[in-house]
């Protein structure tokens, strides 16, 4: 990217007396590409090159002659001037006739050395050094850029000429897209490796080049009031310098943000450096290999995953389809976000896809729950983003690999005070929050349905948040959260090879409810049973298998709506006694013949060791989940 000569945004030469007076006319100063200094002009304005006209907001008291392109200064316009000494604000006085050029409330600094800058306001001077400050956050300014936030600075001597140069630079920021091209670009932010804005110190040799040393924020951001469109330029003042690892973050008034890369710049003091490009789809694609129901992140970055799809898109024997059409939906809305707050803008839906941005630098570790809905609001199909740079494979000596932690955990040492893995009732997709209350007491926060007409398939889709708990009907208790009468053929809700209460299903055929990423699988009784063959110990917050996995004690929910104790215990909601064991899904349902009892198998963690268990427990009772890899 070419670096364009910034023609001097302003050049004022005024004969400094020691009365200060003199300046009574104005003449033009044609400059070359190259910082000048007028000769024999009072007072000079700078006519500024077509493509780079500024006009400046209403409470600068510099101005812009829009038809000539000419800079001028006005009175009291603030000049901090010093004489390696004494600073002191003065302040150009307008007019012809007798007037001086400046004026001061204050004392006039005598010597035949001065030096000075502009703006004044913040500004300070000591031993040869300016101190200033190139705004972190600037506004927008149509067709230009403000001048108040564009410090130059001077110097003299015996010829008492003040030749101001500029100290800082511009970025001249032009993006153009297709991809975008409905939205209206509400504030742009650069980053870089190197210091761009913030505090800025100006040494000013007589005779030489202004040296500028910045150290005070890595990021710039410009904000367009009201909007700005694409193909518009938008010039921002920056610290002259080389920079690397540039990139521009460009926020629609939508609240969706979008990235480009630049990578390297030379940006030199008193020029613009032009950065036109355009805006594309090139977020990461989490769905490229294949779709699921939740996908998790590992870096920083900007994602996209297809919404179309249901789950893996493999159908089970509860006939719903698979798909839904790309023009049905219309918007997401995100129902929680847990932990750090790892998203930068939200998230919105395009072209079938769902995108959003992670924030910069390091990824923070969190969860969300999002999902895209139709026109009427309903949700049609919702997914968990698990953002965890910790996640990890880990291989056991069986050749087996499972996750390092359970589904959506945020770490995979054991945590009292939750985040251990999200709750699912068996069959279901999404994650149920865990909320620890007072005294090691989970209190549910969500809703749970017990009429029958509510617990359904299609519900459990429209309202993911519910918990779902067990109903009576003709005085049976049932302990399911799917109500459909004809449910006891229903074996294949998170393994589409399971086609009755069999132990020893063993290959794995994920379907479109499986709630693991990408690669993984709710793990079947089958694969359970053989890894629990290898080597386990057990602590008190957790057990071993292999003495590399491990399974904190996490407990269970029950299958009613009642207060559960968290940590890991009896199965009794009266047990106070923690850290004991922990419970969790596999594929394979028991006995659904029974109406009585909608059961499945478990595995568990607890202070003897790690095992499976016959000890079956209802559906609609909330485990965590460890994925095992495909």
Known sequence: MNSHDMKKIALISFAVCWALCGLTSCNKVETSGTDVVASGAEEAVQKIETDFVAALPENSKTTVDMTTGMITWLKDDPILVSNGTVATTMYIKQGGGTGSPLYTTGSIPTGDAFYAIYPANGAGYSSGTFTSSIPVSQSYVADGFATEVFPMVAACGADRQLAFKNAASLFKIVPTTTFFSDQTIASITVTANEYLAGSISVSYAQGGTPSVLCTGSKSASITAVGGLNFGTPIYMVVAPGNYTGVKVIVTFTSGIKATHTVGTLDVERSKYQTLAFTLVDNYTDLSASATANCYMIKTAGSYKFKATVKGNG?????????????????????????????????????????????????????????????????????????????????????????????????????????????????????????????????????????????????????????????????????????????????????????????????????????????????????????????????????????????????????????????????????????????????????NTGDKSHRTVYRWYARKGSVGYSGSVIQRAEGMVVRCAKD
């Open 314 to 590: 493999v159908t089970t024997s509860c006939g719903l389809a698979s798909s839904t059409p790309a023009s049905s939906i219309k918007s997401t809305k995100v129902y929680y976000t847990d932990g750090e707050s790892f998203l930068d803008g939200g998230f919105f839906y395009r072209n079938g896809y769902v995108y959003f941005t992670t924030v910069g630098g390091t990824l923070p570790i969190g969860t969300a729950l999002v999902s895209v809905t139709d026109d009427s609001g309903t949700t049609l199909w919702s997914w968990h983003i698990w953002a965890n740079r910790n996640i990890a494979d880990v291989k056991l000596s069986d050749n087996s690999t499972w996750l390092n932690m359970n589904l959506g955990a945020h770490q995979v040492a054991f945590n009292p005070n939750g985040f251990n893995g999200y709750y699912y009732q068996w069959g279901r997709k999404d994650p149920i929050q865990q909320a620890v209350g007072v005294n090691n007491i989970l209190d549910s926060p969500f809703v749970s349905h017990a009429s029958q007409a509510d617990g359904s398939i299609l519900n459990s889709i429209k309202f993911p948040l519910y918990f779902y708990g067990g109903y009576n009907t003709g005085g049976v208790a049932i302990q399911d959260w799917c109500t459909f009468e004809d449910d006891v053929k229903y074996y294949d809700f998170w393994n589409k090879n399971i086609t009755a209460d069999a132990q020893t299903t063993a290959a794995v055929g994920k379907t479109m409810f499986d709630p693991c990423p990408p690669g993984y699988h709710v793990p079947t009784y089958a694969e359970v049973v053989n890894v629990c063959k290898l080597t386990k110990s057990a602590g008190t917050q957790g057990a071993y298998i292999d003495g590399k996995l491990f399974f904190p004690y996490v407990s269970s929910r029950a299958a009613g709506i009642t207060k559960k104790w968290w940590g890991g215990v009896a199965e009794s909601d009266t047990d106070t006694t923690t850290g004991e064991r922990g419970f969790y899904h596999c594929t394979n349902p028991y």
